[in-house]
Nanobody, 117 residues
Framework: QVQLVESGGGLVQPGGSLRLSCVGS????????MSWYRQAPGKQRELVAT??????NYADSVKGRFTISGDNAKNTVYLHMNSLKPEDTAVYYC????????????WGQGTQVTVSS
């Protein structure tokens, strides 16, 4: 059974940093297309970053501020977030098995990120 568990969210001031983690079980998640999505209240879900075969892609809104990476030994995908802005406030979800156009079947439970002074 595949399971994804996110952690690392919290309250941070504008300009601050957070590192989100997505720990997988049931399969080696780094071998698959991995992505981070976010959803803010009243807004559509947004693809934030993807990681596949060592290649990464980012939404324009986070390019230069966020970095996605993976640790095969820990079966974990990370989202390093720097220079956070209030508009980054959302629930962040990791996803397994999708592609650039659509998410895969497996989701984590989400972790809340709130950027506020």
């Amino acid at each position: 059974q595949v399971q994804l568990v996110e952690s690392g969210g919290g309250l941070v001031q504008p300009g601050g940093s957070l590192r989100l983690s997505c720990v997988g079980s049931g399969m080696k998640i780094i071998m698959y297309f991995m992505s981070w999505y976010r959803q803010a209240p009243g807004k559509q879900r947004e693809l934030v970053a993807t990681l596949s075969g060592g290649s990464t892609n980012y939404a324009d809104s986070v390019k230069g501020r966020f970095t996605i990476s993976g640790d095969n030994a820990k079966n974990t995908v990370y989202l390093h977030m720097n220079s956070l802005k209030p508009e980054d406030t959302a629930v962040y979800y990791c996803n397994l098995g999708g592609d650039d156009d659509r998410p895969g079947l497996y989701w984590g439970q989400g972790t809340q990120v709130t950027v506020s002074s």
